[in-house]
RNA sequence: GCCAACGUAGCUCAACGGUAGAGCACUGGUUUUGUAAACCAGCGGUUGAGGGUUCAAAUCCCUCCGUUGGCUCCA
């Protein structure tokens, strides 16, 4: 007999040999009906699977995460099942489950396209109608590779699969694919699905080999939780950045300058608040600020290591015969300064900070709104000290992050490790110290992170802090990078205690990153709803009609005279409308005023997103506002 | 850079072989308004650029530029 555990605490007892299916029926009609896989003894298994001895077994539905995930992977099989019909050429590749939904890769020489999808689709309905069974076949390996033969994609697969035992699962007559599994039991229960885009996509990730059609699709368990989806999705665009940039007059792009932003007024006071705060911490925080060229000679980027490493993403001109870069990093600038006089230990650590604007050459594809641009302003900062003061120091730029973090609200971030790439300066026992030093000042916060093998910067390993923006993509913005490279090229040197010269230690680090980057992250974060203390226009005064314009000028000049960026309304059109627009605009005060207000010398005050209205002097409003501003209020 | 799609008025979109149209914005006028968009009129386009096919091109074809979604690469 087979014992199995529910997570109700409940025991059940079966002959060995019998399916969850059985279980399921035995436990209840709902839920054999529901069930799509289980975890069986920490197993991800199909509901065919029979059960032997004592084991723990949850059954899955579309309602569990790893239950819906099942139906994802599934649908993805039955969409390229699809392919196939449609394109008998087409050969598979891999097909797995992402975040809300599946891709499948795919190798066909004719493009699928948008168009196609709704031919897919009706494919796809048509397989989930004939609901046949999906059964599993295990083999040895040897077995898999010979049923696979000829098809270098499979057996790649399987060449890079764990374990002895390959499996494939069959549906239908034709259609079979390998497969670790589990799936539904049958194409009928892959829910509400849409096949969203296609995407080209190299094998293996790997430029240099194939490219695939990579194509994409969600499924939901219904069809209400499938137009969420799609609505959520739109909902997102709305926060783009580049959506709210135009709409809310923040910035702009031009083909006269790809990849270079322009910012307008208003997202220049944004910009110069994030600057204002960046510097007050910076101060706080002992660091100095230097400022220094963007055009350097090209014998400086040789020196540094740029030619060889980072050539190929750097401009060049050349004047009088003279080739110069434009500065790609800021680091090579900062340490000319360096070496304008001699440095004591005593000055250690030596925080100088930089908002050096630099530019790197993007291949055209990757550009993305002022997320991923050609030019932007780094918020970078060099520190230079002892090797005893590496972790201590990396433990103060992770609380320096924390705070600027906190104080945008963002509160949902991830941090990751890099390591020593191929293309790389500098020994690897600097490597193994630094890396070392980087993952103990981690620890010692007790944050945790991700390594990337491989990913660090030419020069040294990087710790990179990331967020997510309204599409859940996630972007670098903080790096800490440790340097051991950089100073020896340079010849950099301080006087220790003993009177000897010895190399300093240097951190490159960013905490907003690139300002440009921060600045769209930070309009997703907010859906265009800046918090007081960043909004471009704070208030704006709404003259019930032009009867109470002189009131409303009054009031302006009292908030204008108080430091308040604040506008008047003073057009002709009827309140409704007036609030209306400073939705739009996302102001965050409405200050309404007419006969009544202009009687009682008071304003009638709104906020953004709220239908309340709050009757006030205006001297009380401007002293709430200002506290707001003061404590950079998230509302 | 690669794969696919897209590019029409300042913005959002329509017209899909027969000499470009709407809403919003903008300008002028009417209205003088009480809490999420009053009314009328006007202005506005060598349809991203260049070439080709055709009696005729926004529409079909080619090249380039830009943008979008991915891949690769990075803040």
Redesign the pocket.
């Known amino acids: 007999m087979a014992e199995v555990r529910l997570p109700d605490g409940r025991t059940l007892e079966v002959p060995d040999g019998t399916t969850i299916r059985a279980i399921t029926e035995q436990i209840g009609p709902q839920l054999a009906k529901a069930a799509v896989a289980a975890r069986l003894d920490d197993r991800l298994v199909d509901v065919s699977t029979p059960v032997a001895g004592a084991a723990p077994l949850t059954v899955l539905t579309g309602k569990d995460p790893e239950g819906l995930e099942v139906m994802r992977h599934t649908a993805a099989h039955v969409m390229a099942e699809a392919i196939c019909r449609l394109w008998p050429a087409a050969r598979l590749v891999y097909g797995p489950t ?1 975040r809300d939904g599946f ?1 499948y890769d795919i190798d066909l020489d004719e ?5 196609d999808f709704e031919r897919i689709e009706a494919e796809m309905d048509r397989i989930v109608k004939e609901d046949v069974p999906i059964t599993r076949i295990e083999m040895t390996r040897q077995e898999a590779l010979e049923r696979v033969s000829g098809d270098p994609y499979k057996t790649d697969n399987i060449q890079r699969a764990d374990g002895e035992i390959i499996s494939f699962y069959r549906h239908g007559d034709g259609f079979e694919d390998l497969c670790r599994g589990p799936h539904v039991p049958s194409t009928g229960r892959i829910g509400a699905f849409k096949v ?7 094998w ?4 240099s080999q194939k ?1 695939l ?2 194509v ?1 699709g969600t499924t939901w368990p219904t069809g209400k939780e499938l137009r969420a989806y799609l609505d959520r999705l739109e909902e997102a ?1 709305k926060r ?1 950045h ?2 709210l940039g ?2 809310l007059d923040l910035f702009s ?3 006269e300058g ?2 270079f932003a322009f910012l307008h007024p208003k997202g220049m006071i944004v910009w110069n608040e994030i600057v204002d705060f960046w510097r007050e911490v910076h101060r706080r925080h002992g660091y100095q600020e230097i400022k220094t060229p963007i055009l350097l000679n090209e014998s400086l980027w040789h020196r540094s290591g740029h030619w060889d490493n980072y050539k190929e ?1 750097m401009y060049f001109t050349v004047v009088d015969n003279t080739t110069y870069a434009v500065k790609p990093m800021n680091c090579p600038g900062g340490l000319l300064v360096y070496k304008t006089r001699k440095h004591s230990y005593r000055e250690f650590p030596m925080r100088v900070a930089e908002l050096g604007l ?1 530019h ?1 050459y ?15 302003t ?1 918020d970078d900062a060099h520190i230079f000290c002892t090797p005893e003061q590496i972790e201590p120091e990396v433990i103060g730029v992770i609380d320096l992050v924390q705070e600027i973090y906190r104080a945008f609200g963002f509160e949902e971030y991830h941090i990751e490790l ?1 390591t020593k ?1 191929e ?1 790389h300066i500098g020994s690897d026992e600097m490597w193994e110290v630094a890396t070392r030093s980087l993952a103990g000042a981690l620890e010692h916060r007790g944050l945790a992170y991700q390594v990337n093998e491989g ?1 660090g ?2 020069y040294g390993p ?1 710790i ?3 967020i997510a923006d309204c ?9 800490i ?1 440790l340097d051991f490279s950089m100073p020896q090229r340079f010849e950099l040197v301080f006087t220790d205690k003993d009177n000897t010269e010895k190399p300093p230690v240097m951190i490159h680090r ?1 905490v ?3 300002l ?3 600045l769209g992250i930070l309009i997703e974060h907010y859906g265009g709803n800046m918090p007081l203390w960043l909004a471009p226009e704070q208030v704006r005064v ?8 002189d009131y409303g000028q009054e009031v302006l000049t009292v908030l204008q005279q108080a430091g308040l960026r604040a506008e008047l309304d003073r ?14 605009d996302r102001v965050p005060y ?1 200050l ?8 009682s010398r008071s304003v ?1 005050v ?1 906020m ?4 309340a ?1 709050q ?1 006030m002097t205006a001297g009380a409003f401007v002293a709430a506002a200002k506290e707001k501003i003061a404590t950079k209020a998230l509302e």
């Open positions: 992402v891709f493009p699928i396209r948008p168009e969203l885009s296609v995407a080209g996509a190299y293996h990730g790997d430029a490219m059609q990579r994409y665009r783009d580049r959506v135009r709409q792009f031009h083909e790809p990849g993403n630099v790197r993007e291949a055209s594809g990757q550009m993305h709104g002022l997320i991923r641009v050609r030019q932007f780094q890099s790439p293309k990913d910067a030419f990087k990179d802090f990331h599409l859940g993509r996630t972007w670098q913005l903080g790096t990078q960013a907003l990153g690139s440009e980057r921060f709404l003259p019930i009609s032009e009867k109470t314009l057009g002709d059109e009827k309140i409704g409308a007036k609030i209306a627009r400073c939705h739009g409405m309404v005023v007419g006969p009544k207000e202009a009687e009638g709104r953004r997103g709220s239908k209205t009757t």
